[in-house]
T-cell receptor, first 112, second 115 residues
């Protein structure tokens, strides 16, 4: 079945450091891929997405490229800020479009 | 426009009781899905409704049920609560099922604590 494997956390970085959070997936067909972010006490907010191979999603300095050959969708940011501290979830959506499969989440803490 | 509204935000129930959670989707959205988030199991799909019909169901016991009304508002019910049902329950709405994931919006969730 469909699934997402995400890099374990927690991750602690200094402000302005480079961020990579690894994500790989298993899916039938051609899923769309997502990164969601969750701040304390809140729901999920869409950070970025990509709907086909080689697409690059980007938002707020974050980027991820849909790599079909390696079934990966790694999240990167060149210079993190304290405000980026949150939990990040990699996800895919099923072919039917009515179910998300989420990774386990990676907690990021950025220290000044 | 208003987002996805989940009520109540917080709930404390006793083991063995039942609970009903509510989700009001974005106006015009007809698909509503529910997820359970726990520290141990992460985010797991419960069910999805479209135009009052359940189209997909996750791997949860029959104690978990839901429904959708003609105005697209949805409720989920958990009967005979167990301690392990303590979780954040998230609702997401969209215009329709979308394999590209276009237009899905999540609510802030209901935090259920079973004591």
């Amino acid at each position: 079945g469909d699934s997402v494997t995400q890099m374990e956390g927690p991750v602690t970085l200094s402000e302005e450091a480079f961020l990579t959070i690894n994500c790989t997936y298993t899916a039938t067909g051609y899923p769309s891929l997502f990164w969601y972010v969750q701040y304390p006490g809140e729901g999920l907010q869409l950070l970025l997405k990509a709907t086909k191979a080689d697409d690059k999603g980007s938002n707020k300095g974050f980027e991820a490229t849909y790599r079909k050959e390696t079934t990966s969708f790694h999240l990167e940011k060149g210079s993190v800020q304290v405000s980026d501290s949150a939990v990040y979830f990699c996800a895919l959506i099923s072919n039917t479009g009515n179910q998300f499969y989420f990774g386990t989440g990676t907690s990021l803490t950025v220290i000044p | 426009k208003a987002g996805v509204t989940q009520t109540p935000r917080y709930l404390i129930k006793t083991r063995g009781q039942q609970v009903t959670l509510s989700c009001s989707p974005i106006s015009g959205h007809r698909s509503v899905s529910w997820y359970q988030q726990t520290p141990g199991q992460g985010l797991q799909f419960l069910f999805e409704y479209f135009s009052e019909t359940q189209r997909n169901k996750g791997n949860f016991p029959g104690r978990f049920s839901g429904r959708q009304f003609s105005n697209s508002r949805s409720e989920m019910n958990v009967s005979t609560l167990e301690l392990g049902d303590s979780a954040l329950y998230l609702c997401a709405s969209s215009l329709a099922a979308s394999p590209t994931g276009y237009g899905y919006t999540f609510g802030s969730g209901t935090r259920l604590t079973v004591v």
